[in-house]
């Protein structure tokens, strides 16, 4: 603990988050403690937000693999059973896109609730959300697929393919 120390956001601490189970690590976030044993107040709202937030969205975390799309600065992905959970760190204007997958898609929904829509092709897979349904720190939407979700290989996204 330092004090006056320049803290993470919650916004910073969930995309580190999502980058690190997107890319099939696990996240240990150290809070200091202050030198009388508490958490120091700042820190205490940043937890509570981001509690908040997994709450939420906490199935997009909790017992999934990094995803068929690999981390960037501005998404990530995760995946469990049937289900990819495509968390959009930083809407690009419009939609994002994503490489195709060997996989249908049956289904799409805003895990903080709201609509996705989502349009697949053989060469590419486009995330639409109103502006309205979009979290500025994390909106993730699931994907419902035909078959286990594991067994799509994972690809590279590249920063044209996001925008």
């Not at 996705?116 to 995330?127: C, F, H, N, P, Y």
């Amino acid at each position: 603990w330092k004090p006056d120390d320049k803290i993470k956001s919650a916004a910073e601490v969930i995309s580190i988050l999502a980058r690190t189970v997107g890319g099939d690590g696990n996240l240990l976030l150290d809070v200091g403690p202050m030198p009388d044993g508490r958490i120091e107040p700042r820190q205490v709202e940043v937890l509570k937000q981001v509690g908040a937030w997994m709450q939420v969205n906490g199935e997009s975390i909790y017992g999934t693999r990094g995803g068929p799309w690999k981390p960037t600065a501005t998404l990530a992905s995760t995946r469990k059973g049937r289900t990819i959970y495509v968390h959009v760190l930083k809407w690009p204007d419009g939609s994002v896109k994503l490489p195709a997958i060997p996989a249908k898609i049956i289904g799409a929904k805003v895990l903080a609730g709201g609509e996705a829509e989502v349009r697949q092709t053989e060469s590419a897979i486009e995330i639409s959300v109103a502006p309205a349904h979009r979290d500025a720190m994390d909106t993730v939407v699931a994907l419902q697929l035909d078959s286990d979700a594991m067994k799509v290989p994972a690809r590279e996204v590249t920063a044209s393919a996001s925008k």
